[in-house]
């Protein structure tokens, strides 16, 4: 009698965009390795752009941008030196760029900044030889390692409609880091370095890692991928507190 071959084993189907965002909060190893196999990005980059501008809305309809500025000017020497009419008009002109960069801001920082980040972590990682994977890649990882900052947005989405609008302080919408907890004449570039360390920083960060690793889980451990992360955001938040510093 012939024997009879078992049947092949049916791949395993690969998970959508919207359960990859739910994935890399629960479960982020096994999607991660999803979006290696087939890497997607688009889906929280437009999620992320709909977020930031959805709060540029809500603050601009709830009126938070006066008491917004009132606040960043009277900490800044430059504008305390100016007459009082062109105090007036710095503010006037502030109150009106303010809402149309936000906008715009929105629909292009999100997919700029992912494709700056991609390119900048798959160069150091394919430079040191950790892994070999592709820009495509690279770019699903980090679009989907960002997703702790939906969570972020839609929490400062709920603190917009809940808190006075003229209390709210858009730099640190969610009070997730210890530069939320400064004194409002606090030195600026002391505000950048704190208002860095933030949970929903660190959180991506470890998402950053744990996605690379993936890529090339033998030569590329955990360990190694979050140590060129933090590395890589340490070179940021000390440029970030230099240009802060020199500028204010």
């Excluded at 965009?17 to 437009?46: D, Y």
């Excluded at 009419?85 to 009106?96: A, D, P, S, V």
């Excluded at 839609?154 to 006075?164: E, H, Q, S, Y």
């Amino acid at each position: 009698m012939a024997t009879v071959a078992p049947p092949a084993p049916s791949e395993t189907p690969e998970m959508s965009s919207f359960a990859r965002l739910i994935g890399v909060l629960v479960n982020p190893r096994p999607t991660f390795e999803s979006i290696v196999r087939r890497p997607t990005w688009v889906l929280p980059i437009v999620l992320g752009s709909i977020v930031f501008i959805s709060i540029v809305a809500i603050f601009t309809q709830r009126g938070g941008w006066p008491a917004f500025f009132e606040r960043q000017n009277a900490n800044s020497s430059r504008f305390q030196k100016l007459s009082p009419e062109n105090q007036e008009k710095t503010l006037n002109g502030q109150l009106k760029i303010a809402p149309v960069f936000g906008y715009v801001e929105g629909v292009i920082l999100p997919a700029l900044a992912a494709v700056i980040v991609a390119a900048v972590l798959l160069g150091i990682f394919n430079l040191t030889n950790s892994t070999q994977t592709t820009f495509h890649i690279a770019l699903g990882i980090v679009a989907f390692a960002w997703t702790p900052w939906l969570v972020h947005g839609l929490i400062g989405i709920l603190i917009l409609f809940l808190k006075d609008p003229s209390t709210v302080d858009l730099e640190n919408l969610v009070a997730s880091n210890p530069g939320a907890f400064l004194a409002d004449d606090a030195p600026k570039w002391l505000s950048a370095l704190l208002g860095s360390i933030d949970i929903f920083a660190i959180w991506t960060m470890i998402l950053l890692a744990i996605g690379f690793s993936t890529t090339n889980p033998k030569k590329l451990t955990f360990g190694k991928a979050l140590t060129m992360v933090v590395v890589v955001w340490i070179f940021f938040v000390l440029v970030k507190v230099g240009l802060t510093s020199l500028f204010s």
